[in-house]
């Protein structure tokens, strides 16, 4: 097992375009975390997790947003119709529920929109 | 919602110096406190973190501390040395099952 992998790793597209990201978790990996990060600021929360369940969704997530787990191992986050203030980072993460351990982050997606 | 904040937001230490980063936070159920270490265009990658039975944790180089009653945790970095230098965020768990980041720190270390 290689880590938190997700794919693509960067993404350039117009504006109102849908666009879609994957992650693979660790295998061993129950909770599944989605996070933003613009220049200069810390990782914000967007959704998790646990199992195929999707217990938690910010707040400030736009309808636009949605992410799925089907199997409870990878997972997809969809933005449509894409809009400049979407350009940022998509972090996933993932961690083992119980153990209390930090995450595993991958490498990320760099989503530009033009 | 959760509030967390770090400060300072910029830090500049000579090579061997010591460099401390504070976070202070407002979930007082939060019971796991770990500091990441992002370099530039990398992911975050988890330093050390404290569980909230103890009050200290050292691994090397760095340390946490941890001051519950008072809702703040701090990182510690003794000889500080160029590959240091990075952000630092500060990330306590949120009783939802979640971490919640900082805004982080720019630590600079120069040689």
């Known amino acids: 097992d290689t880590g938190v992998s997700q794919n693509p790793r960067h993404k350039i597209t117009k504006r109102g375009q849908n666009v879609t990201f994957r992650c693979d978790p660790i295998?061993?990996?129950?909770?599944l975390y989605w996070y933003r990060q613009t220049l200069g600021q810390g990782p914000e929360f967007l959704t998790y997790?646990?199992?195929?369940?999707?217990?938690?969704k910010s707040r400030l997530l736009s309808d636009r947003f949605s992410a799925e787990r089907p199997k409870g191992s990878f997972s997809t986050l969809e933005i449509q119709r894409t809009e400049q203030g979407d350009s940022a980072m998509y972090l996933c993460?993932?961690?083992?529920?119980?153990?209390?351990?930090?995450?595993?982050f991958g490498s990320g997606t760099r989503l530009t929109v033009v | 919602g959760e509030n967390v904040e770090q400060h300072p937001s910029t830090l500049s230490v000579q090579e061997g110096d010591s460099a401390v980063i504070k976070c202070t936070y407002s979930?007082?159920?939060?019971?796991?406190f770990p500091w990441y270490k992002q370099e530039l265009g990398k992911r975050p990658q988890l330093i050390i973190d404290?569980?909230?039975?103890?009050g200290e944790k050292k691994d090397q180089r760095i340390a946490v501390t941890l001051n519950k009653t008072a809702k703040h945790f701090s990182l510690h970095i003794t000889e500080t040395q160029p590959e240091d230098s990075a952000v630092y965020f500060c990330?306590?768990?949120?009783?939802?099952?979640?971490?919640?980041f900082g805004q982080g720190t720019e630590l600079s270390v120069k040689p």
């Open positions: 993460a993932s961690s083992h529920q119980g153990r209390r351990n930090g995450y595993t």
């Open positions: 295998s061993e990996h129950n909770r």
């Open positions: 997790f646990q199992n195929e369940a999707q217990l938690e």
């Open positions: 979930d007082s159920a939060s019971n796991y």
């Open positions: 404290i569980r909230s039975n103890v």
């Open positions: 990330a306590p768990w949120n009783q939802g099952g979640k971490l919640i």
